[in-house]
């Protein structure tokens, strides 16, 4: 592919990652407003977050296997389909219910869009480290920018037009950037296989029955917490064990045995359940306890996500090719856990607090994910991108559902969500410098081929 349209289908899939992540954050400010026209109960309403992250969480593997059997372009294509579909579900429900069915297509599209990105952009940078890691940084860059402007817009759109509205933008963008594909992304062949359809059933159950199981559990008897939770483990012991016996797994649990993987992914895990419950949190607070209107929260929340991008675009790099992803990602999460862990005792004065944890995730990120992928071999990428992306956002869906719970059984429930969300950040920071044995590095840089 010739060199400015390498570039250009950079811009594409850069545009994946700023949907996928947007799509988390432009619901924030909108959901007290959701919560009023829909009916959701205040547990309830985290499945509109929930119901997106679990689905695109549980089904990132089956989305990374079926781009190599049938091709990443093919894969990315049909992943869009599916997320506008469900963006035109999602933006005209009337019921709870509806509501959450859309945001879980959504998430089904995401868990295509995902992996085939990351596939694709392998294959145009991969064999120059020099250009991969630019790649990376303006790819990585599009995470902090889609939340950045899913904060703002959701503000601008729920203050001035209606919730709705959160969903309806994805459907232009979307038809945009299906009409730009066949274009601009480079045509990909798949290969021989099948696809472990049971493996991706019971991990997918597995994951949502464990989220409905803490849920659930503060409002309902110990025994039929102990059964659900019975169920889901049972689930994914079954997942584990149908990855040991047939030909093709879903996840061949080899690859676990790539050096700095498990504690990587781990890592990212513990960060997503430490930063997405602060996200969620933080919205509500100051909503319901502040009284800040929609677009004031936007703007209030404007600041966080900018550092992050400015973080991640112009320092993060460069710290990671000069110290490695090890002190990075420790550094990080423990800045990290004393942010949130800060705005327990902010109050109104929340922005200080909410800086320093923008920039224990911009620190942590981006180095978790480069560990999580260096030392893979190429052919594994898109399983390793799907593993890594799971993880993150289960953790993100598992760190909520707890934190949610623990909120509703406090008197003061905003403050023991920021505080819980903290203590995952501190014990994130901690297992990482004692497991992560070998810090990874970057690739060192090689002059550009011309």
Same mark, same amino acid.
């Given at each position: 592919?010739?060199?400015?349209?390498?570039?250009?289908?950079?811009?594409?899939?850069?545009?994946?990652?700023?949907?996928?992540?947007?799509?988390?954050?432009?619901?924030?400010?909108?959901?007290?407003?959701?919560?009023?026209?829909?009916?959701?109960?205040?547990?309830?309403?985290?499945?509109?977050?929930?119901?997106?992250?679990?689905?695109?969480?549980?089904?990132?593997?089956?989305?990374?296997?079926?781009?190599?059997?049938?091709?990443?372009?093919?894969?990315?294509?049909?992943?869009?389909?599916v997320l506008t579909a469900g963006s035109v579900v999602a933006a005209f429900a009337t019921s709870a219910w509806v509501e959450i069915l859309?945001?879980?297509?959504?998430?089904?599209?995401?868990?295509?869009?995902?992996?085939?990105?990351?596939?694709?952009l392998m294959m145009l940078f991969g064999h120059n480290p020099r250009e991969l890691g630019k790649a990376m940084a303006l790819y990585g860059?599009?995470?902090?920018?889609?939340?950045?402007?899913?904060?703002?817009?959701?503000?601008?759109?729920?203050?001035?037009?209606?919730w709705p509205w959160v969903f309806i933008v994805y459907i232009p963008i979307g038809l945009i950037t299906l009409a730009a594909i066949p274009?601009?992304?480079?045509?990909?062949?798949?290969?021989?296989?099948?696809?472990?359809?049971?493996?991706?059933?019971?991990?997918?159950?597995?994951?949502?029955?464990?989220?409905?199981?803490?849920?659930?559990?503060?409002?309902?008897?110990?025994?039929?917490?102990?059964?659900?939770?019975?169920?889901?483990?049972?689930?994914?012991?079954?997942?584990?064990?149908?990855?040991?016996?047939?030909?093709?797994?879903?996840?061949?649990?080899?690859?676990?045995?790539?050096?700095?993987?498990?504690?990587?992914?781990?890592?990212?895990?513990?960060?997503?359940?430490?930063?997405?419950?602060?996200?969620?949190?933080? =919205?509500? /607070?100051?909503?319901?306890?502040? !009284?800040? %209107?929609?677009? @004031?929260?936007?703007? #209030? *929340? $404007?600041?966080?996500?900018?550092?992050?991008?400015?973080?991640?675009?112009?320092?993060?790099?460069?710290?990671?090719?000069?110290?490695?992803?090890?002190?990075?990602?420790?550094?990080?999460?423990?800045?990290?856990?004393?942010?949130?862990?800060?705005?327990?005792?902010?109050?109104?004065?929340?922005?200080?607090?909410?800086?320093?944890?923008?920039?224990?995730?911009?620190?942590?990120?981006?180095?978790?994910?480069?560990?999580?992928?260096?030392?893979?071999?190429?052919?594994?990428?898109?399983?390793?991108?799907?593993?890594?992306?799971?993880?993150?956002?289960?953790?993100?869906?598992?760190?909520?559902?707890?934190?949610?719970?623990?909120?509703?059984?406090?008197? =003061?429930? /905003?403050?023991?969500?920021?505080? !819980?969300? %903290?203590?995952? @950040?501190?014990?994130? #920071? *901690? $297992?990482?410098?004692?497991?992560?044995?070998?810090?990874?590095?970057?690739?060192?840089?090689?002059?550009?081929?011309?």
């Amino acid at each position: 592919m010739p060199q400015h349209n390498r570039w250009w289908a950079l811009v594409v899939l850069a545009t994946a990652q700023f949907m996928v992540i947007m799509d988390t954050s432009i619901i924030g400010v909108a959901l007290p407003e959701m919560q009023r026209d829909l009916g959701f109960s205040p547990g309830g309403l985290q499945w509109v977050f929930n119901a997106y992250v679990v689905a695109f969480g549980g089904l990132l593997l089956l989305g990374g296997r079926l781009s190599d059997l049938f091709g990443a372009r093919k894969i990315f294509t049909i992943g869009w389909v599916v997320l506008t579909a469900g963006s035109v579900v999602a933006a005209f429900a009337t019921s709870a219910w509806v509501e959450i069915l859309g945001r879980a297509v959504q998430g089904v599209g995401g868990a295509l869009i995902a992996p085939a990105a990351m596939t694709l952009l392998m294959m145009l940078f991969g064999h120059n480290p020099r250009e991969l890691g630019k790649a990376m940084a303006l790819y990585g860059a599009a995470a902090p920018a889609g939340g950045t402007a899913g904060v703002f817009l959701g503000g601008v759109i729920t203050e001035y037009l209606s919730w709705p509205w959160v969903f309806i933008v994805y459907i232009p963008i979307g038809l945009i950037t299906l009409a730009a594909i066949p274009a601009l992304l480079p045509a990909t062949q798949g290969k021989r296989g099948s696809v472990d359809v049971f493996g991706a059933i019971t991990v997918t159950a597995g994951i949502a029955l464990t989220v409905y199981t803490i849920v659930k559990a503060p409002e309902q008897s110990l025994t039929t917490t102990l059964i659900e939770a019975a169920g889901a483990i049972v689930l994914l012991v079954a997942f584990l064990l149908t990855q040991r016996s047939v030909r093709e797994p879903l996840m061949p649990l080899k690859i676990w045995k790539t050096p700095g993987l498990a504690p990587a992914n781990l890592a990212m895990a513990l960060l997503g359940a430490a930063w997405i419950p602060m996200w969620y949190f933080l =919205n509500l /607070f100051l909503q319901q306890d502040l !009284g800040y %209107g929609a677009f @004031a929260s936007g703007a #209030a *929340l $404007l600041p966080m996500t900018v550092a992050v991008m400015i973080f991640m675009i112009g320092i993060t790099a460069r710290l990671l090719g000069r110290f490695g992803a090890k002190p990075l990602i420790v550094l990080g999460l423990a800045v990290l856990a004393v942010g949130v862990g800060g705005l327990a005792f902010s109050g109104s004065a929340f922005l200080p607090a909410s800086l320093v944890a923008a920039v224990g995730m911009s620190l942590a990120y981006i180095p978790a994910m480069m560990s999580a992928l260096s030392g893979v071999r190429p052919e594994e990428s898109g399983l390793a991108s799907g593993i890594v992306n799971t993880t993150y956002n289960v953790g993100s869906a598992l760190g909520l559902a707890v934190m949610t719970a623990i909120a509703t059984s406090q008197e =003061n429930g /905003f403050d023991a969500a920021f505080v !819980g969300a %903290g203590v995952v @950040a501190a014990a994130g #920071a *901690l $297992l990482t410098l004692v497991l992560m044995r070998r810090p990874a590095q970057v690739p060192q840089e090689q002059p550009a081929r011309v």
